[in-house]
């Protein structure tokens, strides 16, 4: 199973651009770059997924260099309400059950001051 | 979408009692998973189910915890009996598809309020 380390916590203020990479140095060539949020009392909420390159939603983008041992989410323009914890998961994609393959590491706490 | 749903959102116990959890997937997906969270060992995965079916239960602490999942909406997490290092989040989850079916990517999971489990 592919590790992730990320970063326990990191600071930003608002309205600047936050990064938080992941590293995940033994993927395999079948996984999935999977990034969750989750809000004090609340469960993981998905933000993005990619495999390779580069990807873009209305929330985040995940940059994904040519070998893939790590990952950067990008959060634009940060705002209080993205004080959270940014899960990264790297899962594998093939196989019928594959999902007990999807592990949660610590994540990294994200806090956003005025 | 209601989207998950479960029951209790609280649970305050004493040691050696049952405590049963209740979760409601969102209707249609074929994947269910039940998570406990804690400080010290994170978010880890217990059991996940398929179409109603176990498929892998490896994360399931001990033989005091056990799953069912009668039917498609509708799957419960018992604990018999509950120690105060059971003392946690409990979360429950529901994906549409997995693996081959995702197009070979892991699906989205869609998960709970969660159930703050005390034993004391």
């Known amino acids: 199973l592919a590790k992730t380390t990320q970063p326990i916590s990191m600071d930003s203020y608002e309205g600047q651009e936050v990064n938080i990479t992941c590293s995940h140095n033994?993927?395999?060539?079948?996984?999935?770059i999977t990034w969750y949020q989750q809000f004090p009392s609340q469960g993981p909420r998905f933000i993005i997924q990619g495999y390779k390159t580069k990807v873009t939603n209305e929330v985040a983008s995940l940059f994904i260099p040519a070998d893939r041992k790590s990952s950067t989410l990008s959060l634009p323009r940060v705002s209080l309400s993205d004080t959270a914890v940014y899960y990264c998961l790297v899962a594998q994609g093939k196989g019928y059950s594959s999902a007990s393959k999807i592990i949660f590491g610590s994540g990294t706490r994200l806090s956003i001051r005025p | 979408d209601a989207g998950v749903i479960q029951s209790p959102r609280h649970e305050v116990t004493e040691m050696g009692q049952e405590v049963t959890l209740r979760c409601k997937p969102i209707s249609g997906h074929d994947y269910l998973f039940w998570y406990r969270q804690t400080m010290m060992r994170g978010l880890e995965l217990l059991i996940y189910f398929n179409n109603n079916v176990p498929i892998d239960d490896s994360g399931m602490p001990e033989d005091r915890f056990s799953a069912k999942m009668p039917n498609a909406s509708f799957s419960t997490l018992k604990i018999q009996p509950s120690e105060p290092r059971d003392s946690a989040v409990y979360f429950c989850a529901s994906s549409l598809r997995q693996g081959l079916l995702a197009g070979g990517r892991p699906d989205t999971q869609y998960f709970g309020p969660g159930t703050r489990l005390t034993v004391l």
């Open positions: 033994n993927i395999a060539t079948n996984d999935y």
